[in-house]
């Protein structure tokens, strides 16, 4: 039987993506990978529209945000973490255990992070000089207005750091544009490449704090070292990096800028909008009530008397792979992973399985309405954001 995985990373493979991972292992002193180096910091740039380097730090998503925390807070920095779900307060507790002073602000999972938020945590903490925010809240759905967020600050104003570990290569993200300081992402996600890779990306203001800055308490994830590196000609990585991650990366990247980055931001956020018309018409809440603040990438939907987890077995047993709810969540939502190239086939397929599957779990749902969910698909092949 075939296996689709629907989970919010790692994600299915492009066959050109798992076939570079079969040759040769090259050398990281190598000519061969200085020059594959320098090809994923200009597409990795390419996408983010900004000239700055974009430091590759082996290992995952929260390998990335430790650097960015051990490297910029610490004992004697204040900082105020924004969380509205587990991946804002994962940040919190990194920055926590750097030693850092932290001003938790929480918002109610299921809602976004607006400006007047992070306008007011700003206001309460004058003193702050690090603010950690998350682009798109996984674990529920929610995908943050971070260029709004952005624009609302005054310009003096603490270093923002950005959990993009999800964002990145679903949705518009311009972090020079936007005045955001610092990003932390991943391979496994929105880029479609396998896990292996953390992905920074430093503003100029942020590299500015790093050179003046005290040594960083860490030689593994210290950015000043990866940043050297990448300012010389031949551009070089500090430490071994997972070469074949790396060039499963650069043929990702690829594929994403040849079919336009433009293109497949509109093409997730239709297949999550015409996803979520068809969950509702079935009768089934969205957790994330704002249509406008729904992740492009990812969409948390609720189960009715806490059996969520009964119908994600019940998917799971005909060859739907999902995620459940985390935390307090566990049973409430299941949530299903939409970062690749889903269309109109695999809307088709969730809400057949999915109605299938709650019926299987004695929960009775209305048949998706399909033309209804069809005129909302064709509606939203248009070119979004206002950034564009
Ligand atoms: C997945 C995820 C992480 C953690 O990433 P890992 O690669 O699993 O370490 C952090 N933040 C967000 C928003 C995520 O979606």
Redesign the pocket.
Known sequence: MTRYLFT??PVPLDGRVSSVMAEPVAGHRSREFAVLLLRVQNRLRDLLRSAEPVPLIP???????EALAVNFTGPGSKVISVSC????E??REIARRCGAEVAPFDIEPGRPCLPEDVLEACRIHPDADVLLL??????TGVCNPLEEICRALPKERPLILV?????LGVVPLYPEKWGVDAL?S????GLMAP?GL?ICWLSPRAREVLSKGREAPTVFFDLKAFLSGLEREEPSVPYTPPVTVIRALDAALDGILQEGSRKRFTARRRFARSLAAGMESMGLKLFVEQKEHRSPG?TAVEIPENRAEDVRKALSDIGLETAGGQGKLKGRIFRVGHFTREDWPEICLILGSLWAACREAGISLREPDLKNIREVYEREDVPCGKSL
Not at 59 to 65: D, L, N, P
Not at 85 to 88: H, I, L, N, Q
Not at 186 to 189: G, T, V, W
């Open positions: 919010p990373g290992g995952s998503g929260t390998g990335a945000m779900g587990v991946f804002g994962r940040f998350t682009h798109n809240e996984t674990s959990d993009a570990v999800s964002s932390a991943c391979s496994q996600k896990p953390g990812v």
